[in-house]
């Protein structure tokens, strides 16, 4: 009985120890909310993200938002676009300095017209993460599409949506 109760012990004294160590792994904020002017959105979104911690250098980016945009040709009828971007993405750094990659997918959906565009765009880009909760989070990054017009490097194949490849994202994190 005895022998039960100090291999349970040392079980517990032991996850302790450990549970300390995650703790402290996990103490960098793992959520935010930005605002995105350009890039894969269109001109202006508003974005969520969740970071998930794979280890001391590397982070795992999910992000999903509402945006909004406009037609390329600047003449009657000008159409608008509500946005939807996604992407998925890895941040490789340290502290607080990230080299960021991924993948993005946006849908473009004309408004009152039921016409849409797929987009999907490789991502590179800088990320400031701060370590500690209610900072400033900073992002500059390029996403360029393939359905983006080559001619024009401003606008989308298909429905002629006005999309900036640059963009830059300010937000907090929490």
Excluded at 10 to 32: A, G, L, M
Excluded at 40 to 46: D, I, N, T, V
Aim: charged share 20%; proline share 5%; with cysteine.
């Amino acid at each position: 009985m005895n022998r039960i109760l100090a291999v349970l012990f040392f079980i517990i004294i032991h996850s302790t120890c450990f549970s300390q160590d995650i703790k402290f792994f996990n103490h960098r904020p793992t959520k935010n909310l930005h605002i995105t002017v350009a890039g894969e959105g269109g001109l202006l979104s508003f974005n969520q993200e969740k970071l998930r911690l794979i280890s001391f250098k590397s982070i795992l980016v999910t992000k999903i938002g509402l945006g909004a945009s406009i037609d390329s040709s600047f003449t009657k009828p000008m159409y608008g676009y509500m946005t939807i971007p996604a992407s998925l993405s890895l941040c490789i750094g340290e502290r607080k300095h990230l080299f960021e990659m991924g993948m993005s997918a946006t849908v473009f959906l004309r408004i009152n017209d039921p016409v849409y565009e797929f987009s999907v765009s490789p991502i590179v880009g800088y990320r400031y993460q701060p370590l500690k909760e209610n900072k400033l989070v900073l992002r500059i990054y390029a996403a360029f599409p393939y359905s983006l017009d080559f001619s024009t490097y401003y606008k989308l194949k298909e429905t002629r949506a006005l999309l900036v490849p640059l963009g830059i994202s300010i937000g907090k994190c929490f």
